[in-house]
């Protein structure tokens, strides 16, 4: 194909002439493209030239014109050599319905928050927060491409705007990114899942005894070596691959069955990402769909073809042959047999990175040579910059992530709901559904996945074969829970739960039926790890309390400890088995080494008696040992009583510890219920979810203080308050009751008055007795005074006088004035709404 240089030099001679006839032929070609295009209901309220958009959006700078022009140019040649080849993208319209070259709608935008600077996490935010809008027809490129700030906003989109989202943020984020724009099978190009194994199933759900095993510690003991036959072992792994191969070849029967062959195979237009190795760690080039978020290598069988790729500093064009799809494909784009780029000699990516050296070697040599002129090399044109403005993505948007705060996805005998955090009441954020069938029409089983709940549950699975539900906590419950199974929480049937090993009683797991209970320890001081009790009858968790009696309700007790290394064999327990039934306690010691059959001994209980008469009834007959070593010496008779009565002590002991797991089963099993009852959510201030509800929460209690405050004013008002409260008189007043409380009303304010009046008396008569008495001082006093003392007097009668004045006069103003107010206050009470309809007469 020929270049563009031509093209572009006769541009530059006739921009100056004709610049007017061309916006005008422009113009007339705007209008004509506008009243082609048909574009779906959505779409159509973006197409109008709005003021609210931006002037970059609805005109083209010079800059863009020329480069409108050199496309065109470009897509004649092209057409005219390849006329077999569809049209390239080049210049679709943007929302505002004016072309733009495709590598100027990317907008390189770096971003603020982590979990975007990698291409996972920006491929699953552009996947989870547009929704698909398929091409129509889906055999062409559309006509038009919006803005990544306008997709942002509506949320929907079509796979380009998908793709050039995607690789603006991957550019912001220092990937060598590429819109690729090619053919894909029908399945990706129409986001159809439903034929694909759901991701989430391929993380098993590990039991909890396998969680917590403890890690391998190559200073234990080694096991016993397992003897088994390694050709036994061969053929079952033969076998085992052998039904693999028969259920995965039904399983493509079974797909073959339903999948239809697609008459536009290697015709569907798509677009997705190309990531080049040699940026941000990639050591090998991929693509990325952007509807799914899932990375491909390059040699995938989904993708068919590819016409071209671009980025926001060039446009090329694939010239290689796409008969094998991508498989045999060469991305070496600076390579002109392979790829044909629009603008010649423009700068690519990792030209940037020479021409900066090459530009700090130009300033220095220019500094050194300051005499002699740096020939500087012709410019070519350059991509211009684009005309989208910057991508703004919030944390509420993160948040959100899906249209409608959800999203539903079906694969192959699942479906997947994802939801948002604190959208669910119950704190709901990812549910599995698995089916028996490829028409989903029957459950197999529910998984839930939850968040910010108080109850701390993080999963809970429901299987509808069993009709077991399981669930699973984070830390911090109470009783250390981390696991429970159950068929139903009001139900006397099977419980299983796991703990957390930080337990003072180290216990880790328990499984309760009604008729049996197992435990599980881990590091307890007595090595104890096991423990497995059998009742007389069904044990009812629904009960109020399960009071246990070591002779009445337990059938069997079986304890099992681990090898104390501080105590020979002989004398170490590895298990004992309470039978109070039978009132007999059996006790099995560790096998030494090089030994083959433990050490046993039987002890059968007296019956009940004083200690004294236990100790005499004890006998031989009543113990039963079997001694491994015959060189060892018997025990004596009372060793072996003092062996059973700590044995006793310690079934009693067991029994109080059995009752007690059964109460915490009880207390565990209510709260549950308790919990599921009442959901609460926890609001993380940090999220917008939770700042939005700490600043209603804000304001609610501002205006509960405002109304309280403005109560209390109003009480302040009310003359009737005191008097009503005394009376507890809140509601309608009767004809008698409002009469006594006017007259009482009227009696305490005319106490009030007189009251009022002899405090003002009391003060004048204190002013002039103090007065009287500074008189009379004076008079004995009067020959032997300083001028000093002489002038303090006559200020301090004057004063006095001042004050005797004052008090007479507001006395006299207090008499004049109580009548009017008596008067007045009754005239108050009588027009008070609660007392007028009855003191009309």
Excluded at 406 to 412: D, G, L, M, W
Aim: hydrophobic fraction near 35%; include cysteine; proline fraction near 4%.
């Amino acid at each position: 194909m020929e270049t563009v240089l031509e093209s572009d030099r006769e541009e530059q001679l006739k921009s100056g002439e004709t610049q007017e006839e061309e916006e005008k032929q422009d113009d007339r070609e705007l209008e004509g493209a506008l009243g082609n295009i048909h574009v779906s209901a959505s779409m159509q309220p973006l197409l109008s030239l709005d003021e609210a958009y931006p002037k970059v959006y609805r005109i083209n700078s010079p800059d863009e014109i020329r480069l409108l022009a050199i496309a065109d140019n470009f897509q004649r040649q092209y057409s005219h050599l390849y006329p077999d080849r569809k049209p390239l993208l080049l210049c679709p319209l943007n929302e505002c319905g004016v072309k733009k070259f495709v590598s100027t709608t990317l907008r390189p935008t770096p971003t603020i928050f982590p979990e975007l600077f990698t291409w996972e996490g920006s491929a699953s935010f552009v996947a989870n927060f547009l929704s698909l809008e398929p091409l129509e027809p889906p055999v062409d490129p559309p006509s038009y491409l919006f803005s990544s700030t306008s997709v942002l906003q509506s949320q929907r989109a079509t796979c380009f705007e998908f793709a050039t989202m995607l690789c603006s943020l991957l550019l912001g984020a220092d990937y060598d990114a590429y819109c690729v724009s090619g053919y894909a099978v029908k399945d990706m190009c129409l986001l159809d899942q439903s034929l694909q194994d759901c991701p989430l199933l391929d993380t098993k759900v590990k039991s909890v005894i396998s969680e917590q095993e403890s890690q391998h510690n190559k200073y234990t003991v080694k096991p016993v070596r397992e003897l088994k036959s390694h050709f036994l072992t061969q053929q079952e792994k033969k076998k085992q691959e052998a039904e693999a191969a028969l259920l995965q070849k039904q399983k493509l029967q079974e797909e073959s069955e339903q999948r239809t062959a697609d008459p536009l195979r290697g015709l569907r237009v798509h677009c997705w990402v190309l990531v080049l190795s040699g940026s941000r760690s990639v050591q090998k080039n991929f693509f990325i769909d952007p509807l799914t978020g899932i990375s491909y290598s390059t040699d995938h069988e989904n993708f068919l073809g590819i016409e071209s790729v671009w980025n926001n500093l060039n446009y090329y064009v694939n010239m290689q042959d796409c008969r094998n799809g991508c498989a045999d494909m060469m991305y070496d784009l600076e390579d002109l047999n392979m790829w044909e780029p629009v603008l010649f000699g423009a700068t690519s990516k990792k030209q940037l990175i020479l021409d900066v050296l090459k530009e700090k070697e130009t300033k220095m040599l220019s500094k050194i040579n300051k005499d002699e002129e740096v020939e500087e090399e012709p410019r070519v044109f350059e991509m211009p910059r684009s005309w989208v403005n910057y991508i703004t993505i919030s944390k509420e948007d993160l948040e959100t992530r899906w249209p409608g705060g959800q999203k539903v996805t079906r694969y192959r005998k699942a479906k997947v709901e994802k939801f948002t955090a604190y959208l669910r009441p119950d704190g709901l954020v990812t549910r599995l559904m698995t089916y028996k069938d490829l028409d989903c029409t029957e459950v197999a089983m529910v998984k839930e996945w939850y968040q910010h709940r108080n109850d701390h549950l993080e999963e809970r699975e429901v299987n509808k074969v069993d009709s077991f539900t399981t669930e699973r906590f984070k830390r911090g419950r109470p009783f250390y829970l981390l696991f429970y199974r159950f068929k139903s929480l009001s139900a006397d049937a099977m419980h299983e739960m796991g703990f957390s090993n930080t337990r003072i009683d180290n216990v880790v797991r328990r499984v309760v039926s009604p008729g049996e209970m197992t435990e599980i320890f881990e590091d307890r001081a007595d090595f104890l790890h096991y423990r497995h009790v059998v009742f007389d009858r069904h044990i009812q968790i629904s009960e109020p309390h399960v009071c246990i009696d070591p002779d009445g309700q337990l059938l069997r007790v079986v304890e099992r400890f681990h090898r104390d290394r501080a105590k020979p064999a002989n004398e170490d327990v590895a298990e004992r088995v309470f039978l109070p039934s039978q009132r007999r306690i059996e006790v099995t010691y560790h096998l030494e080494d090089h030994r083959f059959i433990p050490s046993k001994r039987s002890f059968i209980k007296p019956r009940e008696s004083t200690e004294q008469k236990k100790a005499e009834e004890f006998t031989f007959d009543l113990v039963s040992s079997f001694q491994v070593d015959p060189s060892e010496k018997p025990l004596k008779i009372h060793t072996l009583y003092e062996m059973l009565v700590a044995l006793m002590r310690d079934e009693k002991m067991v029994a109080a510890q059995i009752e007690q797991s059964l109460d915490e089963v009880q207390n565990i099993v209510a709260r549950r219920e308790e919990e599921e009852n009442n959901i609460q959510l926890f609001f993380s201030p940090w999220s917008t979810a939770g700042a939005a509800r700490a600043r209603s929460s804000r304001k609610e209690m501002e205006r509960q203080a405002l109304e309280e405050q403005r109560w209390l004013q109003e009480r302040e008002k009310d003359i009737l308050a005191v008097i009503l409260i005394q009376l507890d008189k809140a509601g309608t007043l009767s004809a008698e009751d409002a009469k006594q409380l006017h007259q009482e009303c009227l009696t305490t304010f005319k106490q009030k008055l007189l009251e009022h009046a002899d405090l003002i008396q009391e003060r004048y008569e204190k002013v002039t007795q103090e007065l009287q008495k500074k008189q009379q001082w004076y008079q004995e006093n009067q020959l032997s005074m300083t001028q000093t003392e002489e002038a303090d007097y006559h200020s301090f009668c004057s004063e006095k006088t001042l004050q005797i004045h004052v008090t007479k006069k507001r006395l006299s103003m207090h008499k004049e004035a109580a009548p009017q107010k008596y008067l007045a206050f009754d005239q108050k009470l009588r027009r008070d709404p609660r007392l007028a309809p009855h003191l009309s007469n």
